[in-house]
């Protein structure tokens, strides 16, 4: 069976810490499947590996079976791997129209992104279309430094989306988001289209199990326990050392 994202006995050392311990990872085709962890327990530092902006010590990564382990992080982008960051990662002088305008042109060769972006009304159109789509369409024209920081969050989306991902790896989506602004983002990513793979990092419980199929918890870089939402939530060692008694 092809998994959309396997990991194999993966490992990553800094001098004598493990950040990642022998993790052996299988996330299936269409799932929705939530890391879950302590803070220090390596959930950051997995997506890191896994997108290659840090190298493994040792073990295997596979996209859609193929081997990915050496491939260079663009062209895992360029594969179907996109994720967004724990902290937002904008063109902050960009209006949001901008942004993901540029983003398609890498997408689609690159060359002559630079050019004035009126000559590309077909790139314009799908931008336009996106960031309708992920609630940005009354804000495309705005610099993006001054957009409500849950917009901001929604452009990261909306970047990562532009790359037409065939897995996304989103990095606490909802991280420091206002309440008022908070279900905006919670609803976009619950209406992410089925057929991406979503791999989600989240502090939010009532996310994670309304969100997720099945969970995987981390604890001190190894994996503690997997399984679905309704065994994790009934697991009493995972109640333990992170959802507590009252989960």
Not at 226 to 233: D, F, S
Request: aromatic share 6%.
């Amino acid at each position: 069976m092809s998994f959309a994202l396997q990991t194999r006995g993966l490992k990553r050392r800094f001098g004598a810490f493990i950040a990642t311990d022998d993790v052996s990872l299988k996330v299936n085709q269409g799932a929705r499947h939530a890391l879950i962890g302590p803070n220090g327990a390596g959930k950051t530092t997995l997506i890191n590996l896994l997108t290659g902006v840090i190298p493994p010590s040792g073990g295997e990564i596979f996209l859609e079976g193929e081997n990915v382990t050496q491939t260079l992080p663009y062209r895992r982008v360029q594969k179907g791997l996109a994720r967004t960051f724990q902290i937002n990662q904008l063109f902050t002088p960009f209006t949001p129209l901008e942004s993901i305008s540029l983003a398609i042109c890498e997408r689609d060769g690159g060359g002559n992104a630079w050019k004035p972006l009126t000559q590309y009304s077909h790139v314009i159109d799908e931008a336009a279309e996106l960031l309708t789509r992920f609630g940005l369409g009354s804000v495309m024209g705005v610099r993006s430094s001054v957009l409500p920081y849950g917009k901001q969050r929604l452009l990261e989306l909306a970047l990562a989306f532009a790359s037409r991902p065939k897995v996304l790896l989103l990095d606490e989506p909802a991280a420091g988001v206002p309440e008022d602004e908070r279900h905006e983002v919670l609803d976009i990513v619950s209406a992410l289209p089925s057929e991406v793979t979503v791999v989600l990092i989240e502090h939010d419980m009532d996310l994670v199990f309304s969100f997720a199929d099945r969970i995987t918890v981390l604890v001190a870089g190894a994996i503690f326990a997997e399984g679905t939402v309704e065994e994790i939530a009934r697991d009493p060692r995972v109640k333990s050392v992170y959802l507590g008694e009252n989960a």
